[in-house]
């Protein structure tokens, strides 16, 4: 089905950046330590390294390609310590240094497709259409796709990647996410997407579990560059019937990460609580629906379908929750389920006109985790780059968010929802580190502190052009976690 419509959904391929590749070639692949000499430094808790000579960041590598931050002060101090003598350094002294930054949720198996525009009147099943003939299906083209988009991640500064690895043929396929394995530039949770609607539901539902499984074991077996694990992503409640999507979470370990598209849109709240709307006319077009089998749970929202049929024992990281009310609240944080907003995605899909605005704030007041997300590249704006950066711009100009919650959101909570360590997505002297990342801050007041210059660095127009690969995060190390 991809193959014969390819030509018609993709376009010619975006222009890559070659800021990238100078950048990752410009470190020396045997480095052990580093010097980094920058304006500033600071991490989503807040911890920052301020002072009026500037900061420096001692960087160590192990073999195994594990990172430490084994010293961040004064640069004053740093650079005349006997200890750190003859040791390379980098000059970053009009820039702000934070951790690296973890993307919750995309696709990289549709880099190929680029930025595509979307008419949210023409609904999302249209545009779900469109994606299903826009899918490739051989594992050297998904590979090449899931390539480009890690270059793409890099290129924005992002260390872990939740990275969907999508169906093939409606089958759940293990191809993206070897692909992610195999690269091996990045760290990541590879889940492994299933459908299980109708006549192929239970054939799907066995398959997705011992795929699952499988990968994980071959991962596992990747000693030399095992920087992704296998997760499981029941791909949403209108295309994984419930039964199917608890039996698979039923039958994979309970530490594997699990996440699912939940309240993304107005189709699917109306296919949960009315049997009806533009998912049932798909599914019956593929034959998958079965009238005198309607979803159970009608009337009530996608959260309440979930959790009534013990949803609740198990981890599930919700992305989008473009729609909830105050019960899914409750019971998102009763469930400790942590939540990943794709601000980007919501937009362009015009979630907000369906649902009002999205209520992150809300779900960080009732404690829950939220993370950030990009989704695929076809709905960002920002054709050099996959990054979460965009999305804290986004929220910082859009709604005033505080510039340091968005920073823990697009680390320590990004953490914390792929079901890693936390620590390393902090700037803790002697700690291990994930990765460092620089942004440009060159006409900030010499007197603003690292708080100060990351408010900057958010704002309208303070690092140039939204697309430009220079104004972004800069990639400075990237560790394995
Ligand atoms: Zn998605």
């Not at 709905?379 to 979460?388: A, E, F, G, H, K």
Request: with cysteine.
């Amino acid at each position: 089905m991809a193959q014969a419509h390819a030509g018609k959904d993709t376009l010619p391929a975006p222009p890559f950046s070659t800021i990238l590749t100078t950048m990752l070639q410009g470190w020396d692949p045997t480095w052990k330590v580093r010097r980094i000499d920058a304006r500033a430094a600071i991490d989503g808790r807040g911890c920052a390294a301020d002072h009026a000579s500037g900061v420096s960041a001692v960087i160590e590598r192990a073999p195994t390609g594990t990172l430490t931050l084994a010293a961040l002060g004064p640069t004053d101090e740093v650079a005349s310590s006997s200890r750190w003598a003859g040791v390379a350094s980098t000059d970053r002294r009009q820039s702000l240094l934070l951790p690296g930054l973890v993307n919750a949720h995309t696709h990289l198996d549709l880099t190929h497709i680029g930025p595509r525009p979307h008419d949210p009147a023409a609904g999302f099943a249209a545009w779900i259409g469109m994606i299903l003939r826009a899918r490739l299906s051989d594992e050297p083209s998904i590979a090449a796709a899931v390539g480009r988009g890690v270059g793409l991640s890099l290129a924005g500064g992002t260390v872990l990647i939740g990275d969907i690895s999508g169906a093939v043929g409606g089958l759940p396929s293990p191809f993206a996410g070897r692909a992610l394995a195999g690269d091996g530039r990045v760290n990541g949770v590879a889940y492994l997407e299933f459908f299980a609607q109708g006549a192929k539901a239970d054939k799907n539902t066995v398959s997705a579990a011992w795929n699952a499984k499988a990968l994980a074991g071959e991962f596992d077996a990747m000693t030399a560059c095992g920087r992704v694990v296998s997760g499981i992503q029941p791909h949403a409640i209108y295309s994984v019937g419930v039964m199917h999507f608890l039996q698979v979470l039923a039958s994979v370990p309970d530490d594997m990460p699990t996440c699912s598209h939940i309240a993304e849109s107005l189709a699917e709240k109306r296919f949960v609580a009315e049997a009806a709307g533009p998912f049932v006319d798909m599914l019956r077009t593929l034959n998958l629906w079965d009238d005198s089998d309607p979803p159970p749970g009608l009337g009530e929202s996608p959260i309440d379908v979930l959790m009534g049929h013990g949803a609740a024992d198990h981890r599930i990281a919700a992305v989008h929750v473009n729609d909830v009310d105050d019960d899914d609240l409750h019971n998102l944080a009763a469930a400790q389920w942590p939540v990943v907003y794709c601000p980007r995605s919501s937009s362009y899909f015009g979630a907000h006109s369906d649902f009002g605005p999205h209520r992150y704030r809300d779900m960080l007041a009732a404690g829950i985790t939220v993370a950030l997300g990009t989704d695929s590249i076809v709905n960002l704006d920002t054709p050099d780059r996959i990054s979460v950066w965009d999305e804290m711009r986004l929220l910082h100009q859009r709604d005033g968010t505080d510039p340091l919650t968005l920073l823990k959101l697009a680390s320590i909570n990004g953490a914390a929802a792929l079901r890693r360590e936390t620590a390393p997505f902090t700037l803790t002297p002697l700690g291990s580190l994930a990765g460092l990342v620089a942004i440009q801050v060159p006409n900030a007041n010499p007197n603003a502190n690292s708080s100060e210059l990351l408010t900057q660095a958010l704002g309208p127009g303070a690092t140039g052009g939204r697309t430009s690969a220079a104004d972004g995060p800069e990639l400075l190390a990237i560790g394995r976690v």
